[in-house]
Nanobody, 118 residues
Framework: QVQLVESGGGLVQAGGSLRLSCAAS????????MGWYRQAPGKQREMVAR???????VYVDSVKGRFTISRDNGKNIVHLQMNNLKPEDTAVYYC????????????WGQGTQVTVSS
């Protein structure tokens, strides 16, 4: 069974930065696409960013130019560098692992809280 463990959430003032990390363990020996979703209070969960095994990336429009997703080569470890954070970025952020690039996430982390104060 694959387990995803996130780290790096917290409280930051608007304009600040945070870096989230996630490592997958168990159940998969090969590199897989990974990404991040988030869910704000009272809102639907949304895809924030994802990255292929080859390094291709996709971002939701609201974070383009502010967030950068990256991964450790050949490993199922993914990072999300979040700069110029805004109060509307406040959410629980969930790490994901995909079976393949065009699919939906198969595995989810437990989530890490990001709170941006104004």
């Amino acid at each position: 069974q694959v387990q995803l463990v996130e780290s790096g959430g917290g409280l930051v003032q608007a304009g600040g930065s945070l870096r989230l990390s996630c490592a997958a363990s168990g159940g998969t020996s090969s590199s897989r696409p990974m990404g991040w979703y988030r869910q704000a209070p009272g809102k639907q969960r949304e895809m924030v960013a994802r990255i292929s095994t080859g390094g291709s990336t996709v971002y939701v429009d609201s974070v383009k130019g502010r967030f950068t997703i990256s991964r450790d080569n050949g490993k199922n470890i993914v990072h999300l560098q979040m700069n110029n954070l805004k109060p509307e970025d406040t959410a629980v952020y969930y790490c994901n692992l995909y079976q393949f690039w065009g699919g939906s996430p198969v595995y989810w982390g437990q989530g890490t809280q990001v709170t941006v104060s104004s």
